[in-house]
């Protein structure tokens, strides 16, 4: 219930109401009286019940157990460092309560430290905390024998319930920790914390209108809550846009309650990713060991700039444990894979995708079925990819990188007219500049009998590899679809460029072509005048014979040449 509790603190200072007329003596009376220990723990007031015991150990005026009080408060207080130092020093002690281990082991294990903790915890009596504790220790040290036999351990009292949850929370088994949540509810309204964990499930399965209203009902009751706030602005940006989500994180930065500094991190983390990666390299570095998402992101960040490399030396010692992790993973050895020409990258990214896309968790979520076709199209299993995309189409119909691979993945099986359509719905620059894009749409215009449009392309690319590469593309595909006039300008030009290569067998095939059309009446006599001047820019001595051919053809059928 640490989200609950939080809030609560925030509200210590109750909301003054009409005063009533009261004595002076009995105003100081109220002035003047302190509350006691039991007072400020009922209130879950624990920065003034840590502060009176401090006052009380200064004076020498110490309560009965009060290193332990101290302990728990710090705790609550979220400050671990100085829990583990209270509970330390009492383990020191010769008549230390043995319980007093497994609240150490618990501020260990949230200072990260889970070896030193399963060591405490060892040391405790066997109690249902010890046991909770354990529990997530093995979850951490990824020991599932040992995870079993602590759950076959739980009971059907709350805690061990949100604490299972919680398991189910961290393993991506959000239904499960969904049904345990709402089944706590039923038995117990009043705890309104559980609606957030609700909603936190909601947005891990993409539900983020669910999400949202589960956690509307927690923000009337708290809304200056620094996890629901956060969540609804995560909500809105994958709803709307960064620029709606970083509004709601406005409320967030204007609490003055808001103290806590991971609160200050998760805020400029999230500022980060609201705003499109700016600002990633001087934010998200310092906090890749504080807050989970941020090496993701950073990876995601480097991918965007083309930075494969980094992106991959940043991920590559990760040990993937949720699907976001695996994905990534794929996504970046693919990206790797593609650059350097690596099939041992490509062959990691295919295994990752597959894990992602055929587990039980996802095999029915729309990145789990991007993962599918991710898989499949590493395999070049085109008809299988294209099950998988077109089961989530209606998903991404404005999406370029979507539509990018669709018709890539509509061409790769011939399906030409539909694979151009798709082609030609890319709105974004740097995909329509990439050769790949260039190269597949060509090859539509040309298959569906649209050459110009090919060359067309050609011509509007600067002189580079790429541009070499795409005229033998023309070239090739226009002599095979029987569109000889631009095989013939693409191989002359190819020709031009690479005089030692054997491009003139290509292009003489092409103007022959050509000649073969016109005599079917299939293409205009005029071209003929340009497939001469083609010809002269030859130096094969079988360019004379061919052009004296079709002189004699022109003079007789009176087509002009001059």
């Not at 989530?392 to 359509?421: C, I, R, S």
Request: with cysteine; charged share 25%.
């Amino acid at each position: 219930m640490l989200l609950e509790s939080r809030q609560i603190l925030s509200r210590v200072k109750p909301a003054v109401g009409a005063e009533t007329p009261v004595s002076i003596s009995e105003k100081k009376k109220n002035k003047t009286k302190v509350p006691s220990l039991e007072e400020y723990l009922q209130q879950r007031d624990y920065l003034g019940a840590f502060t009176l015991l401090e006052f009380q150990r200064s004076i020498g005026e110490k309560e009965e157990h009060a290193d332990l009080w101290i302990g728990y408060c710090a705790f609550h207080l979220g400050d671990y460092k100085r829990a583990m130092e209270e509970y330390k020093s009492l383990t020191m002690k010769p008549d230390c309560l043995a319980e007093v281990w497994v609240f150490l082991a618990c501020a260990l294990f949230f200072l990260g430290l889970y070896q030193e903790a399963e060591e405490a915890a060892s040391k405790a009596p066997m109690s249902p905390l010890q046991n909770r504790l354990l529990f997530h220790l093995a979850h951490k040290f990824n020991d599932e024998k040992r995870l079993m036999g602590f759950h076959q351990n739980l009971e059907d009292v709350t805690e061990d319930q949100l604490s299972l949850a919680s398991i189910h929370y961290m393993r991506s088994h959000y239904q499960e920790a969904i049904d345990i949540y709402k089944r706590l509810l039923l038995q117990n309204k009043d705890f309104l914390a559980l609606k957030v964990y609700v909603a936190l499930c909601y947005y891990k399965l993409d539900y983020y209108d669910v999400s949202q209203e589960v956690l509307a009902v927690y923000l009337q009751s708290m809304p200056d809550s620094t996890i629901a706030l956060n969540l609804k602005a995560c909500n809105h940006f994958r709803l709307y846009n960064g620029k709606a989500a970083e509004a709601e994180l406005k409320n967030l930065i204007d609490i003055s309650s808001c103290s806590l500094e991971f609160a200050k991190e998760l805020i400029r983390h999230n500022l980060v990713v609201f705003r499109g990666g700016e600002g990633a390299l001087q934010v998200l570095p310092p906090l890749i060991d504080v807050i989970p998402e941020a090496r993701l992101n950073l990876v995601i960040y480097y991918l965007r700039q083309d930075d494969v490399q980094e992106a991959y030396n940043l991920i590559q010692d990760l040990v993937p444990t949720t699907p976001q992790e695996y994905i990534l993973k794929g996504v970046v050895n693919a990206a790797l894979g593609q650059e350097i020409g690596s099939r041992d990258h490509l062959k990691i990214a295919q295994q990752f995708f597959q894990l992602v896309g055929g587990s039980a968790s996802e095999c029915d979520t729309i990145p789990g079925r991007q993962c599918m076709a991710s898989c499949f199209f590493l395999l070049r299993q085109f008809e299988d990819v294209l099950i998988y995309l077109n089961s989530v189409k209606g998903y991404f119909y404005n999406d370029d990188t979507f539509n990018f691979n669709y018709a890539q993945a509509k061409a790769a099986l011939g399906n030409y007219k539909e694979a151009e359509e798709v082609f030609l719905l890319i709105q974004n620059e740097k995909i329509k500049n990439d050769y790949v894009y260039l190269s597949w749409l060509a090859r539509c215009y040309i298959m569906n009998q649209r050459g110009r449009l090919a060359w067309e392309l050609y011509l509007k690319m600067g002189t580079s590899s790429d541009s070499f590469s795409l005229l033998q593309l023309i070239a090739n595909d226009c002599y095979k679809m029987g569109q000889f006039y631009y095989a013939a300008k693409a191989f002359d030009a190819l020709e031009k460029l690479d005089p030692g290569s054997n491009y003139w067998e290509g292009k003489r095939g092409a103007c022959v072509g050509i000649f073969q059309l016109i005599l079917a009446n299939k293409e205009s006599k005029e071209n003929l005048k340009e497939v001469l001047s083609l010809l002269r820019n030859s130096g094969n001595p079988q360019v004379e014979y061919i052009i004296r051919a079709l002189r004699k053809w022109a003079k007789d059928n009176r087509v002009l040449l001059s």
